[in-house]
């Protein structure tokens, strides 16, 4: 039987058991380091979300009239490097995750709580790099540095930026290699691998890629940096240098990177779709499986980035094979969501809607990275505005939503208050129209020929730009309106239940927020995951 | 919560006395258990981060073999296999000085670990005459770059020997490097050591370092034949 | 009783004979492949190389390391280290070795 935990006016929780700045820039309370990076990423985003705004205004006309063509270039650069390496790889492993691994597997902490504190600086201080950079006078070689137009030409702070992505990547190898130790070693009593909740195998198999992949694009940029310091010649053709080995070197991270983007975000709607159907998903197995299968073949297929790079066509047709078969265990959970969704108790609750969101988008998403995949057709679609509306979909229209449904989804258990459910339905559709109105004209684009990372172009392209940045205008506000009805949550919202959801991981089973040790006594887990009666969980010394 | 510092990475912490386990493990065994596995998740990384490297190595070794196998023979054999053998040596020193902490003999620890730390500045030491020979022979790429033969005559397809000794100066410096950083660390395990802090119940850090100093090991042991070794026979 | 995944903590004294027996093969090993690399064997000089650095490598690991002493988790990291490595290599490498082979067409 579940102890009631007897309801007191202000709570004992990890939130105010200590106080003072001090006590929370030296914590070493998971849950703590998971607000800390909440902050981080929020700011990162935002500054990212400056970057989109430009370069949607540039775009609303043929003329490139707004700025100038190299100025235009750091744009698209800055919005690139902050997106991808300062908000989607830490955003929901290191808020999420951090806050939700150990109490899902009955844990008092993570493996390594002060490596947990130190990632967190060294994603700080990575990010003021990257931000020195930027007032120094920014990058403008595209967040991918190819070389050499990197590392002999630029007039931009390749070497600040580098730093600062290389620094932030230990930031994500600590957290990967934090979740892979406490995932093995520091489960409750009684909770096997195949009662873990899917949220944490999604975790694992992120984790898996943050330690093999990470260090290969720290090591390129290493690289990079030395090339573009000391003209060394490993990059510049002038000196026997290949600039398709920095393209491989590159994209054997930054491809599985996007699965580091995607997998946690996947996790995220497992659960949610999990609670709010009232039904256990459809296939643990599968999904269990599929998530480490995504990370294992994510890093096989980088090649499909380099098609038309000058990659030998053998190596370009067993590219394209992989990238096919990497989609089989993406689709294999589509079809469980939906499959568990069937015939369950719907509730089209805030983070259910972003649930659903992310299963319709990412569909899209995944299918048009098929039609990438096929050699013939990456000729003409490479370097268009088709593949920009590809990843966005998958990055915004699929991690993002996975972000934000769990922030809707944990909100109540990280800070004990619930939001206005009315709002938060609202900016979710409105993220929803915004996201679709701004990336779907896109694909036309792309299409019809458009080439991304202009800042100008032919006239007969404007109606389709025009309704993008439209829509990128009301995405914008939709991204806004949370910030408004989260932040009076904290300070006038109701006070949230344990369980508000009626959900069944072991989270739930504490007061909203946690105390700091996370549970009084340590949970002895009897039950299969998902198991829809939570009485059964005994609690025991 | 006691403020300890960090000695290795992936180590759960330096408690005043041994024994101390941490108040979210279950148990010492835990505790260690989840510690080497880290541990060996950073080794992956590092694996990796050389790998990189490595495919450097295989990507111009494969495309320029001339150049290569002429700038190759321009390091010093014999001085490279003594210097392998030193850093051998200090593997089985610093193996020694882990078995004798799990048996807790204070003054074995700390003769093993000095023993390691002497032979590891060796190679360091060693190491620093050859880069200094490199520079005086104008081998040091972007530094009035001249690659010549023994006999005086420009290298085999002299363009291309910038590559391979920007990776030789590359790996090994990187390697260096970690031997720096493990000697460093070496100094501070002595300092415990003296004071008795390992023991059978625990002597975890220097185990992990340990692993450290034999991957370290593990990297010179691939550095030596593929920087070294290539086409050394005097037909040629 | 606790159940954290841990299987047997290692408590295992390896035996100090053990440690001289690989010092000594990794010594000889080491002056045999400096030996070799001054016959010429061709193009096989890089893998009687690779193959005995691979070798010493494999003994430090097991013994030194204490790999063979581990636990089953420990077994399956450094295999996958390796794994992931080999891809990274071999994939880069197979396009590298494959550039020429197919011609541009109409050339």
Redo the contacts between chains.
Sequence with gaps: MITATPTVQVKKSYFNQKQGLASWLLT?DHKRIAILYLLGVTFFFALGGIFAALIRLELATPAGDLVESNTYNKFFTMHGIIMVFLFLIPSIPAVMGNFCI?LMIG?????????NL?SWYIYMIGGCFVITALLMGGVDTGWTFYTPFSSSYSNGYVVATGLGIFIAGFSS?LT???F??TI????A???TWFRLPLFIWAHYATS?IQ??????I???LF?LV?ERG?????FDPA????P??FQ??FW?YSHPAVYIMILPSMGVVTEIITTFSSKKPFGYTFIAFSSVAIAVFG??VW?HH?FVS??????GM?FSVLSYIVAIPSAIKVFNWTSTMYKGAVRLTTPMLYALGFIGLFTIGGLTGLFLASLGMDVHLTDTYFVIAHFHYVMVGGAIMGFLGGIHYWWPKIFGKMYNENWSKISAIIIFIGFNLTFFPQFILGYMGMPRRYHAYPQEFQVWNVLSSAGASILGIGYLIPFCYLLWSLKYGPDAPPNPWGAATLEWTTQSPPLA?NFEVTPVVTQEAYTYTTEEVVHVG | MDSPTVIAPGEAGAPPHHGHVEHHFEDASQQKDAATVGMWCFLVTEVMFFGGLFLAYFAYRQAYPAAFASASNNTNLIIGAANTTVLICSSLTMALAVHFAALGKRQLIVLFLALTLLLGATFLGVKAYEYHDKWVRHEVPGYHFDCRTEEGAPCTDAAHTPLFFSLYFGMTGLHATHMIVGVGIILFLIAKARKGAYGPEWYTPVELFGLYWHFVDIVWIFLFPLLYLIDRSAAK | MADHGSKTAEHHVVPKRVYFLVFFTLIVLTWVTTYVATLDLGRWNIFVALAIAIFKASIVALFFMHVFYSTRLTKMIVVAAIFWLILLLFITMADLWTRGWMGVPGR
């Design positions: 070493l150990p844990a008092k902490d993570v493996a390594f709580p002060r490596l130190m190898i990967g290699l934090n892979i130790v093995h070693r520091m489960r009593p009684g909770l898996m330690i093999l992949g990470t260090p290969v720290a090591v390129t690289l030395l000391l003209h060394i010649g490993f000196y026997g240098g290949d398709v080995l491989h070197m054997f890093f096989i090649g380099l000058g990659q030998s066509a053998y190596a067993v040790e």
